[in-house]
Nanobody, 119 residues
């Protein structure tokens, strides 16, 4: 059973860089054909796809966030990291990591972590 756990600071100041980690257990982030994504949900709004890193290490980003987003991985630690730069209060959201097999639906989700951007 693959489990995902997000971690990181719950409060970030405007203009700073938000950094979150998704630690994966029960499976490898290099497992063939799997993608590890970051998805967020601002208060009162729907889910927003931010980007993903593939089993190969290739990265994919939402066009609307591409200029501020970086997704990387540490295969020795089996975790995936999200960095979002120049944050504003509009980046306040619950941030999730989720996995899916190529061509499939998201089959595993972390519990989510609340991030608030405020001075």
């Amino acid at each position: 059973q693959v489990q995902l756990q997000e971690s990181g600071p719950g409060l970030v100041k405007p203009s700073q860089t938000l950094s979150l980690t998704c630690t994966v257990s029960g499976g490898s982030i290099t497992a063939n054909y799997y993608y590890w994504s970051w998805i967020r949900q601002p208060p009162g709004k729907g889910l927003e796809y931010m980007g993903a890193i593939a089993y190969s290490g290739s990265t994919y980003y939402s066009p609307s966030l591409k200029s501020r987003t970086s997704i990387s991985r540490d295969t020795s630690m089996n975790h995936v990291t999200l960095q979002l730069s120049s944050v504003t209060p509009e980046d306040t959201a619950v941030y999730y990591c989720a996995s899916r097999r190529e061509g499939g639906l998201y089959d595993n989700w972390g519990q989510g972590t609340q991030v608030t951007v405020s001075s």
